[in-house]
């Protein structure tokens, strides 16, 4: 079995910064792609960023130039540097591994971290 968890969020005021952390664990042997995203109340579940095993990278526009996505590929590991925060960035923040292999899924599967609570606020 496969479990993520993603860690890192909290209360900020707005400029300031946190760093999100998603560790993927289990007997994996590989993962295609990490990322992040988020979701309000009442609205839809947004993309964020994305870090593929080359290393690509994808932003969503509303947070390119403030936020990072990087990774450690022999932790499983991806991390989200989120700076120069703003309200509307607040939201439940997601982590997600993509194309995870493991021996009952060979050709690949999605999981999802329990996500973590950002809120920038003064």
């Known amino acids: 079995q496969v479990q993520l968890v993603d860690t890192g969020g909290g209360l900020v005021q707005p400029g300031g910064s946190l760093r999100l952390s998603c560790a993927a664990s289990?007997?994996?042997?590989?993962?295609?792609?990490m990322g992040w995203y988020r979701q309000t109340p009442g609205k839809q579940r947004e993309f964020v960023a994305s870090l593929t095993r080359a290393g690509t990278t994808n932003y969503a526009d509303s947070v390119k130039g403030r936020f990072t996505v990087s990774r450690d590929n022999a932790k499983n590991t991806v991390y989200l540097q989120m700076n120069s925060l703003k309200p509307e960035d607040t939201a439940v923040y997601t982590c997600k591994a993509g194309g995870v292999v493991t021996r009952y899924y060979p050709a690949g599967a999605d999981y999802w971290g329990q996500g973590t609570q950002v809120t920038v606020s003064s």
């Open positions: 289990g007997s994996i042997f590989s993962i295609n792609a």
